[in-house]
């Protein structure tokens, strides 16, 4: 069933790239999403990560509590291509125009393969950005806050499982030292979990002994015994060949689309592992920055309501246990009752809480 409001395919004038942007709803309100950056063996493989990943951002906005809809933007490159600056450049303004004939009806941000130095060069052409650097007056880089929403969520899964909001001596397995997973070890080894992490890219192997982690291969960090597995990697690494090897107690991290098929939810609930949906583990990013440049909080206000997540977790997890569900269905339950009694879709006002956003529009 094609559940998208609107999606667009457009050959940027400047860059000749295929850049795709897919609105799922704008139900809750103006759709928001990221501005994706990666390779794809075809643009039309582009094409369905965009559907996928702005349907996901209807989930971590309405899961979340955020007022708005889910989005994305994804630059499809070929195989092969690496762009140098000029044609970086090139690209994201014609993202910024595409984003600008939405007339506020979607806003972007930063994604895989995007950096708030990148929201800047897409302000050219838009004021729908988030996340441009804090230099510019925008929010600036969202992982240290997305970090910080998985830590809210970890606190309400060790809650659950007994014995405080403490990760200290708790062993914490974590998979992918990417932007926001270092960001989320430190924070870890810093309250005390007994962490072991990993990384494609075995050259990270120094972060582990900074932070007096242990190390092993990815494969192994999957199956490890461990009290909570943080996967902060691409998506699908939790399939259904997986679910009865694994020997953790919950499952909570940040990386976006962690099942590789829907019903590995279910298979994990029977299981008796909970596993906290990825797009409310990971809101926290958008969280911020909606709270800063649209609500004008105060850095403080924002990380506070970026704490919030563990209340919502705590929430989910109650939910599921009470109607024998699990986490993720419980989170589709909610989505569907906001989205039923929301107004018609297509109906939403433009992006104009506090009048427009703050990015400055060059004509
Ligand atoms: N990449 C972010 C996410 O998946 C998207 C985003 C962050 C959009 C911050 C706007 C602001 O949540």
């Known amino acids: 069933m094609f559940s998208h409001e609107q999606v667009s395919v457009r050959r940027g004038a400047r860059s000749g790239l295929p850049i795709i942007i897919a609105i799922h709803s704008t139900a809750l309100g103006p759709a928001i999403g990221g501005c994706r950056l990666w390779h794809y063996p075809d643009w039309r493989?582009?094409?369905?990560?965009?559907?996928?990943?702005?349907?996901a951002m209807t989930l971590?906005?309405?899961?979340?509590?955020?007022?708005?809809?889910?989005?994305?933007?994804?630059?499809?490159?070929?195989?092969?291509?690496?762009?140098?600056?000029?044609?970086?450049?090139?690209?994201?303004?014609?993202?910024g125009e595409l984003v600008e004939s939405f007339g506020g009806r979607y806003a972007t941000g930063p994604d895989v393969g995007t950096s708030a130095e990148d929201m800047n060069t897409i302000s050219l052409a838009t004021r729908r950005v988030f996340c441009r650097p804090e230099s510019v007056g925008g929010s600036g880089d969202p992982a240290p806050y997305t970090a910080a929403g998985v830590r809210a969520a970890i606190g309400a899964v060790f809650r659950l499982?007994?014995?405080?909001?403490?990760?200290r001596g708790h062993r914490v397995t974590?998979?992918?030292l990417g932007h926001v997973g270092t960001q989320l070890a430190r924070m870890l080894a810093r309250d005390g979990a007994?962490?072991?992490?990993?990384?494609?890219?075995?050259?990270?192997?120094?972060?582990a002994e900074e932070l007096r982690a242990d190390w092993c291969t990815p494969a192994d960090a999957l199956t490890a015994e461990t009290d909570l597995l943080v996967p902060a990697a691409l998506g699908g690494q939790l399939t259904t060949e997986l679910v009865p090897e694994l020997r953790c107690r919950a499952i909570v991290g940040p990386a976006n689309?962690?099942?590789?098929?829907?019903?590995?939810a279910e298979l994990l609930h029977r299981r008796g592992i909970p596993w906290v949906p990825d797009y409310l583990a990971s809101a926290g990013g958008v969280i911020f920055a909606v709270a800063r440049e649209l609500r004008g909080a105060t850095p403080d206000e924002a990380l506070r309501l970026v704490g919030g997540i563990g209340e919502v977790t705590e929430e989910l997890l109650h939910n599921s246990a009470r109607l024998g569900i699990s986490p993720h269905a419980a989170a589709l339950r909610k989505v569907e009752q906001r989205l039923a009694t929301a107004g018609?879709?297509?109906?939403?006002?433009?992006?104009?809480?506090?009048?427009?956003f703050t990015a400055p529009m060059m004509s």
């Open 344 to 356: 018609d879709a297509e109906s939403a006002p433009a992006i104009a809480v506090r009048g427009e």
């Open 174 to 176: 974590l998979i992918g």
């Open 161 to 167: 499982l007994g014995g405080g909001d403490e990760v």
């Open 60 to 95: 971590k906005t309405a899961t979340a509590n955020v007022p708005h809809g889910g989005g994305k933007t994804v630059i499809a490159l070929p195989p092969g291509v690496v762009l140098g600056e000029p044609e970086r450049r090139d690209v994201l303004r014609d993202v």
């Open 45 to 55: 493989d582009g094409l369905t990560d965009a559907l996928r990943l702005s349907e």
């Open 194 to 207: 007994k962490l072991t992490v990993t990384d494609v890219d075995e050259r990270r192997r120094t972060l």
């Open 257 to 264: 689309n962690q099942l590789a098929e829907d019903g590995v």
